[in-house]
């Protein structure tokens, strides 16, 4: 069942959607930001006091009734996508550290190599809201800050089905089911980039 969550003027990193620690945003760096930024999000997880009453009828939610009998007190990740949605977008900034084999790349001189580009910056007023993503982006793969100011509606929608226990998605010791299963998606990576990100390990 697809849900859409209202994020507006929400802190990301103290909301309702978590997007820390291990999940992945597929923000394709533009050259001009668009005033609609949208972009696929994987992992993200569900606050333990989201009220699934306001979305779903649990009756209904067989998949989301089971998780909240088993551990009404988890938190609940999405081993999927999401999509976020940022309207009336007036600026924003990005920071992003690659990796290489699991660590950052460094220069020559050993200085962790970042990316970094900014959109309006002066444009930015009191009636801005600031959203902040620490997270890690798919291209290029690596740490990223990514902050856009905006004056519109803020959503996240996602599936329910997608939806699993926050430990069990932890515990799973195979993360190309979890962590690094958008590497699964065809239209994303090959084959072939699937086994060599396995042979790294």
Request: with cysteine; net charge negative.
């Amino acid at each position: 069942m697809k849900v859409i969550i209202d994020i507006t003027g929400q802190k990301i990193e103290d909301g309702l959607v978590g997007f820390y620690d291990g999940k992945t945003i597929f923000f394709d760096v533009p050259t001009f930001l668009p005033n609609t930024v949208s972009f696929r999000v994987w992992g993200a997880e569900l606050d333990k006091d989201f009220d699934w009453s306001s979305y779903i009828d649990l009756e209904k939610d067989a998949n989301i009734r089971l998780l909240k009998q088993k551990a009404p007190s988890d938190l609940i990740t999405i081993k999927g996508y999401g999509v976020l949605t940022f309207n009336d977008v007036v600026a924003g900034e990005i920071n992003i550290s690659p990796y290489d084999n699991l660590e950052f790349l460094k220069d020559s001189e050993g200085r962790i190599v970042e990316f970094k580009k900014k959109w309006a910056i002066d444009r930015i007023d009191e009636f801005c809201f600031e959203y902040w993503l620490d997270t890690q982006i798919y291209f290029p793969y690596g740490a990223c800050d990514l902050r856009l100011y905006a004056k519109g509606k803020a959503t996240f929608e996602f599936d329910t089905k997608d939806c699993v226990g926050y430990m069990d998605y932890l515990k799973n010791t195979n993360k190309w089911e979890t962590f690094n299963g958008y590497l699964n998606d065809e239209s994303l990576s090959t084959g072939t980039a699937l086994r060599r990100c396995k042979e790294q390990e």
